[in-house]
C-alpha cells in the first residue's frame, strides 16, 4: 500500500516543493511505495524558478510542480496520508487542519525546520546557492525517512524515528 507524504511549508514555493520533488525521485530510484505531496496553507500560486532550477540540476523533473492549498488535501478523495512534514517554521506553528489518515488514523505529523532560501543574501548567485544547499539538506532527510518501515511502524516509533531525523 502506498504510504503518502504531505509536506507542508506557508507558501507552498520553494522548501516543500523541494522536499515534494526530493522525496518521490529518491523513492522512485529506491524502488520504495511511497509518494510525496506539497501544499501551503497560504500558498502563493507559483513555484520559486530556482526551486525549479535546483531540481533540474539534480536531475528531477518537476514540470507541473504547482503551488497549492493545503485544503486539498482535506477532501474526499485526497489520498489517505501517512506522515505530513512542516518544513517552515511560521506552517509549523499554524493550527493544522484534519487530513484524512491512512491505515493508523490521523497522519504522524513531524517539523523539519529548513531557513527560506528565497531570503538569502548575496543576490542571484547567493540564492542559487541556498536552494542548492536546502535541496541537499532536503534529500539527505528524506533518504532517512525511505529507510523506515512505514507502515509496519506503530505510530509512536514512527513519529519518535520522524522527530529524531529532523533533529540530526
Not at 493550527?95 to 525546520?113: A, E, I, M, N, T
Amino acid at each position: 500500500m502506498t504510504s503518502h507524504v504531505l509536506i507542508l511549508c506557508t507558501h507552498n514555493s520553494a522548501r516543500s516543493v523541494l522536499g515534494e520533488g526530493m522525496l518521490n525521485h529518491w523513492a522512485a530510484r529506491l524502488g520504495k511505495d511511497v509518494q510525496a505531496h506539497s501544499a501551503g496553507s497560504a500558498p502563493s500560486g507559483r513555484v520559486n524558478p530556482l526551486a525549479i532550477q535546483a531540481l533540474a540540476n539534480a536531475g528531477i523533473d518537476a514540470r507541473g510542480y504547482r503551488s497549492k492549498s493545503w485544503d486539498e488535501f482535506t477532501r474526499p478523495g485526497a489520498p489517505p496520508l501517512s506522515v505530513v512534514i512542516t518544513v517552515c517554521d511560521s506552517a509549523a506553528a499554524e493550527q493544522c487542519p484534519v487530513f484524512l489518515g491512512g491505515s493508523r488514523g490521523q497522519p504522524v505529523k513531524v517539523h523539519w525546520g529548513y531557513p527560506d532560501p528565497s531570503n538569502a543574501e548575496g543576490g542571484d548567485d547567493g540564492q542559487r546557492r541556498a536552494f542548492e544547499l536546502t535541496r541537499q539538506a532536503i534529500g539527505y532527510r528524506m533518504l532517512q525517512l525511505l529507510a523506515l518501515p512505514l507502515e509496519s511502524s506503530d505510530r509512536g516509533a514512527l513519529e519518535a524515528a520522524l522527530a529524531e531525523i529532523g533533529n540530526s
